[in-house]
C-alpha cells in the first residue's frame, strides 16, 4: 500500500501557480468583504456574490504555496526570491532523505534530485477548513444560479477542491500522518459527491479507509471501505482484504469469513485474499484445503484461465504440499502455453525451499558436520530445479518486469555453480550482461 501511495504523492504534491502572494490581512479582508456581501438580501440573490466568497476562500487557501511555480530547488529559487529561507536540513521520511527547506509560512521538500516533493504548509491564512467554506460558498452559488448560467464555473471549482483535498492527504500521508491523510482523503471523496462534482471520487473513499487502517481507526476505515464498496470500487479485491482485517481486529471472524470467501470468488487471484483465507481457516481450525475447493468452483467458470491454476500452486505451497504446488504450476502451462507465471511460480517455489534450507543448515550446532553436508547437497538441489522453469519463463515472457526479475534469480544461481561447468559461467555472464544493459 505504501508504495502505491507514495508514487501518486510525488505527483500529487507538487503545488501550482496560482495569484500573486498577498498579506494575510489582506486575504482575511477580503473574505470579510465577501462574507459580508452575502448578509445583504439584495447581493445575496446573485450568483457573483456567492462565486466571489467562494474564491475569497480559495484564494486564502492557495496563499501559502501562491509561488510555488515549478518543480526544482533551483527553479523555485528564482520564482521565490521574495520569500526568505528561513533555513535547511537533512531530514528522512519513510527511508528516502529529502532536504526540507523552511519558510514562514511553509516547509518545502526536495529528494535528492533536486525535485519538489512535498509541500507542508505551517502558517495557513485561516486555521479553519476554508475548503469546507468555498465549497458551501459554491454550492450556494449553484442554487441562486437558476438559469445555470455559471454551472460550469462552479463545477470546475468544485472539482479543484476535491483535488486540493487529495494533494493535502498526500503531503500528510508522506509526512508521516496517516490519521490526517484519512481525513482528506475522506472530504475529498465527500466534496465529490457532491452534485456539482463532475465525477465521484471512489479512489479517494478506498484511500481514506487505507490510510485510516493505518492509524488503527477501524471504525473509520469500515465506513470508508463500505463506502468506496457501495459505488463499485473493490481494488482488483484488495478492499474484501482489507475489511476482513478490520473484522479480526474487532474479533468477528465470521464477517471476516464471509468478506474474504465473497472475495475469494470474485477475485481467485488476489493473494492478499488467498493468504487471509489460509490463516483465518487455521486460526479457526479448518482445513485451509478447503480453499482448493473454493478454487475448483472458479475453474468450473473459467476452465481455460491458466491463472487459476497459478493460484492452485501458491495455495499449495503456503501449505507446504510442494508437489501439488509445482503440478499445479505445470497444470498453468499446460493450459496456456503462453501463460510465463507457472513457470515463475515453480522457480520461486524452489528458490524459496533453498533459501529454507540454507537457514536450517546455517543454524546447526559446529558438529553436526554430516547433517550440514546433507543440507548442503539437498540445497543444490533445490537451486538447479530451478534452472528449467526460470528459463523456461524467461524464453515465453512478454513482460519486462518479469524478464528481469527472473534474470536476476538466474544469474545469481548461476553464480553459485559457475565453477562447475563452462557452460554455467557462461549463463552466468550472459544474465549478467542482460541485466546490466536493461538498466
Not at 289 to 311: C, G, Q, R, T, W
Amino acid at each position: 500500500m505504501k508504495k502505491i501511495l507514495i508514487a501518486l504523492a510525488l505527483i500529487a504534491s507538487v503545488g501550482s501557480a496560482y495569484a500573486q502572494v498577498k498579506s494575510a490581512s489582506d486575504l482575511k479582508k477580503s473574505v470579510a468583504s465577501a462574507e459580508a456581501a452575502t448578509q445583504d438580501a439584495k447581493k445575496a440573490a446573485k450568483v457573483a456574490t456567492w462565486l466571489k466568497l467562494g474564491k475569497a476562500y480559495m484564494d486564502a487557501y492557495n496563499n501559502p504555496t501562491a509561488n510555488i511555480l515549478g518543480s526544482t530547488r533551483q527553479e523555485l529559487k528564482l520564482v521565490m526570491s521574495s520569500e526568505k529561507e528561513l533555513g535547511s536540513e537533512i531530514v528522512t521520511l519513510g527511508g528516502q532523505s529529502y532536504e526540507k527547506v523552511k519558510y514562514a509560512d511553509k516547509n518545502l521538500y526536495f529528494n535528492n534530485n533536486g525535485q519538489l516533493a512535498i509541500t507542508e504548509v505551517t502558517k495557513p491564512v485561516f486555521k479553519e477548513d476554508v475548503l469546507a467554506k468555498a465549497l458551501a460558498a459554491y454550492t450556494k452559488a449553484a442554487e441562486v444560479d437558476v438559469k445555470g448560467s455559471k454551472t460550469k464555473d462552479i463545477t470546475g471549482a468544485v472539482n479543484t477542491i476535491v483535488q486540493d483535498y487529495y494533494k493535502d492527504a498526500f503531503n500528510a500521508y508522506y509526512l508521516g500522518n496517516s490519521a490526517v491523510a484519512s481525513d482528506n482523503f475522506a472530504k475529498a471523496a465527500e466534496a465529490s459527491l457532491s452534485p456539482l462534482s463532475s465525477q465521484v471520487d471512489t479512489a479517494s473513499m478506498y484511500y481514506a479507509g487505507l490510510t485510516a487502517l493505518e492509524a488503527k481507526d477501524y471504525d473509520k476505515a469500515e465506513t470508508q471501505f463500505k463506502k468506496a464498496y457501495q459505488y463499485g470500487y473493490y481494488s482488483d479485491g484488495s478492499i474484501f482484504a482489507n475489511l476482513s482485517d478490520i473484522c479480526m481486529n474487532k474479533k468477528d471472524t465470521l464477517a471476516a469469513r464471509k468478506y474474504l470467501e465473497d472475495g475469494f470468488a470474485a477475485y481467485p487471484e488476489n493473494a492478499q485474499i488467498m493468504t487471509n483465507l489460509i490463516n483465518l481457516y487455521i486460526t479457526t481450525k479448518e482445513d485451509p484445503k478447503k480453499l482448493i475447493s473454493l478454487l475448483d468452483l472458479a475453474k468450473k467458470e473459467m476452465p481455460d484461465n491458466p491463472s487459476l491454476y497459478y493460484v492452485e500452486g501458491d495455495i499449495w505451497g503456503q501449505l507446504k504440499e510442494y508437489d501439488n504446488a509445482i503440478a499445479a504450476y505445470r497444470k498453468a502451462g499446460e493450459v496456456n502455453p503462453e501463460y510465463e507465471m507457472g513457470w515463475y511460480g515453480e522457480g520461486v517455489l524452489n528458490y524459496n525451499r533453498a533459501l529454507e534450507t540454507q537457514e536450517e543448515a546455517n543454524a546447526l550446532p559446529y558438529n553436526e558436520y554430516k547433517k550440514y553436508q546433507e543440507l548442503s547437497d539437498l540445497l543444490a538441489v533445490y537451486l538447479k530445479n530451478c534452472i528449467g522453469p526460470f528459463e523456461k519463463c524467461f524464453s515465453i515472457t512478454k513482460n519486462d518486469a518479469v524478464k528481469t526479475n527472473v534474470a536476476d534469480y538466474l544469474k545469481r544461481i548461476y553464480f553459485i555453480f559457475r565453477s562447475e561447468s563452462p557452460e554455467y559461467m557462461s549463463l552466468y555472464e550472459k544474465y549478467d550482461a542482460y541485466l546490466k544493459g536493461s538498466n
